[in-house]
C-alpha cells in the first residue's frame, strides 16, 4: 500500500519557501518534489485560501509564505492539505455479524483513535518555526551538500 506523502510534501516546500526569503514559482516548487507544477499549485491554492502563502504575479513573482511562521503548526497544515489518513491498517469487516471480528475491530478501533488523537496533538505542538530552526541548523552544519537543494 502507498502511503500518503502530502503532508510531507507541502512541509518540504514550505521550508524552501521560508528559507529562500523570497517568491518561488511553482516549478521550482514541483522540482523539490519531481512532481508537476499543477499539483504544487492545486495544493498551494488551498493554503492561499487559509491565508499562509500568496502569489506574486509578474517577473519575479511566484508564491511566498505570508504567515507568521510560529503561529502555524503541524496541525495547521495537516488539516489545509485534507486531514490525510494517518494508518495504512484498518479493520476487517468482511462478516459484521461475526462476533470475533467484532471484538478485534473494537480493541484495533480503540488503539487506532487514541494513537491518531496523541499524533495530532503533536502536530499541534510542533511550528513551522521550529522545523525551521532545525532545518537552518542543518544547513548551517552541511552548507552546499546535494540534499539542501540550494
Known amino acids: 500500500m ?6 510531507s510534501s507541502i512541509l518540504h516546500v514550505l521550508l524552501h519557501m521560508a528559507h529562500a526569503g523570497r517568491p518561488m514559482t511553482s516549478e521550482e ?3 523539490y518534489l519531481d ?4 499539483l504544487v499549485r492545486r495544493v498551494m491554492a488551498g493554503l492561499r485560501e487559509r491565508g499562509y502563502v500568496a502569489s506574486v504575479k509578474g517577473h519575479g513573482g511566484g508564491w ?5 511562521l510560529h503561529r502555524v503548526t503541524l496541525q495547521d497544515i495537516y488539516v489545509a492539505v485534507g486531514s490525510p489518513t494517518i494508518f495504512a491498517m484498518g479493520n476487517r469487516v468482511d462478516q459484521p455479524g461475526c462476533l470475533v471480528e467484532q471484538v478485534v475491530n473494537q480493541s ?5 483513535d487514541e494513537a491518531e ?9 510542533v ?17 552546499g551538500a546535494p540534499h539542501a537543494h540550494s
Open 35 to 38: 512532481t508537476n507544477p499543477v
Open 29 to 31: 516548487l514541483s522540482g
Open 2 to 7: 502507498r502511503r500518503d506523502s502530502k503532508l
Open 127 to 143: 511550528t513551522l518555526a521550529d522545523l525551521a530552526e532545525r532545518f537552518s541548523q542543518q544547513y548551517a552544519l552541511h552548507r
Open 64 to 68: 511566498r509564505i505570508v504567515c507568521d
Open 108 to 112: 484495533l478501533a480503540g488503539a487506532f
Open 117 to 125: 488523537a496523541l499524533l495530532i496533538q503533536r502536530f499541534g505542538a
